[in-house]
């Protein structure tokens, strides 16, 4: 099955984006960060409505060795990246094309 890069309103949420196809494009400007305290972020998909809970990518916790990254889309998966920019990156999906 090919690759399918589909760019949606903001009304979308992300189930809808992955309806469309398999893969879902995602540059480090479509990302936003909530700041939850002085060492913690949520990372939101801003094309997502903020009321819409799929709207949420993961967290970024700032720690001991380094920015812990916690993304929950497609499973959870966690990561220590050396900055947050790093970290913040780990959320962005380039485009295959």
């Known amino acids: ?8 309103g903001a009304d979308a949420s992300r189930d809808q984006m992955h309806a469309e196809g398999d893969y879902v494009q995602r540059d ?7 700041k939850l305290s002085d060492n913690e ?14 709207s949420v990518l993961g967290l970024i916790e700032k720690t001991a ?3 812990e990254v916690l993304a929950i889309e497609g499973g959870p998966k966690r990561s220590v990246e050396g900055s947050l920019d790093d970290a913040v990156e780990v959320f962005a999906v380039p485009s295959t094309r």
């Open 41 to 54: 972020w949520r990372v939101c998909d801003r094309r997502v409505p903020v009321h819409d809970a799929s």
């Open 1 to 8: 099955m090919g690759v399918i890069v589909t760019m949606l």
């Open 28 to 34: 480090r400007s479509d990302i936003s960060l909530d």
């Open 65 to 67: 060795e380094g920015y």
